[in-house]
């Protein structure tokens, strides 16, 4: 584009007519013209609200400061900081890992759809359905996901898939296999997950990151009932190799695998395994001679007792204990006549109070979970697959459901 040279003689002739139109040319004339202007009100001086060196525009570095600008700047900080704290305020509090939390949702896996029931309303709804078979749904510590069990299309393969809590946001963990087992970790970042698809089972972690999975390296062992240690940085479980049994403590990346009691080679030495809330204690059950007994053994020093509760006898025994979230309690089966109960008693060893309906010997047993406040447990009983609620003080408790395919998982809410 070409610049001209000169201004064109019109339009220079034009701006010399109007620039005698903007002011008046003497004084009795601006004198006149401000007589007749209204005077400003006093409150829209600078003077009357900042100091005088401020309103005056002068700084201690002599420079003036650009008011409109800055309040421009001010008013957009403002704003931000609004539209953070509406967010902030907005998004929904997640409970502390361990200890009591409020109780949310009842998941559970039924016709091959996930099932989620408030139970304090019975209000329930299908949050993952479709023609998959879906099931064995499991809540992050946080409560905010759960992970479930997807079958494939191969016999006898599945994958792990994690959702969101309301079920959207599905995304596939795994390739397909046969997850036996899985576990959250205490930051709800990761999950460990038991392989036994594989000639060799694996024990691997899952991040959710997508990064690669970290396979552990048991010495040939098979592991069960996998739980993690409160700082996230070591797993405890059941090992199973040839000819021993045990329990083992393995860091997360495979280095100090040991075991916490020397293994047999009697599996009932070491039935079910539940580490306590605090990381500190495992209980285990172990069948002596006809009955069994509930022990706990310290992880740190090896100090291993049995509990005694009152009324274990000749005809009563108890065995298959699992952890209050404060750590203070036990829900176990009672092996009794007439009749075998679920029952809480303290960790320590003491009274007992019997819960829920009785359940005959060979009928596949109860499985049991504290609800997350502790207050109440929710079981599920092999002789009709029912699940129940049942409240730790005593009762016959509430039937939730009929037919589900496993344990129920109960969401851990903030208080």
Known sequence: ?????????????FLDREAGRSSPDYLDDILRVTARARQRPAWTSLERWLRVDIAANRSVFGRPIPWRPLGVLIALALLLAALVAVTVG???RLPEPLGRAANGLVAYGVGGD?????????????IVGGPTNDETPDFSRDGSRFVFARETATPDRWVLVVADADGTDQRTLTPPGYPEWNVWSPDSTRVAVVDVAPAVPTLSILALDGSAPQILDLDGMKAERVAWRPDGTGLVFRGVGPGLHGLY???VDGSGLRPILPPTSIETDWMEMSLS???????????VVDRPFIRVVEIASGVDRELAFAGHGETTADGWARWSPDGTQLVFTRLDVPANHLAVGPAAGGVVVEMGPGLQSFTDGAQAEFAPDGSKVIARYGFDASTWILDVSGGPGTKLADDISALASWQRRAP
């Open 1 to 13: 584009m070409k610049r001209p040279s000169s201004f064109d003689p019109r339009i220079a002739a």
């Open 90 to 92: 907005s998004r929904p």
């Open 114 to 126: 996930i099932v989620a029931v408030d139970p304090a309303t019975g209000t329930s709804s299908v």
């Open 249 to 251: 403590t393995v860091n």
């Open 277 to 287: 809330p605090d990381g500190t204690r495992v209980a285990y059950t172990k069948w």
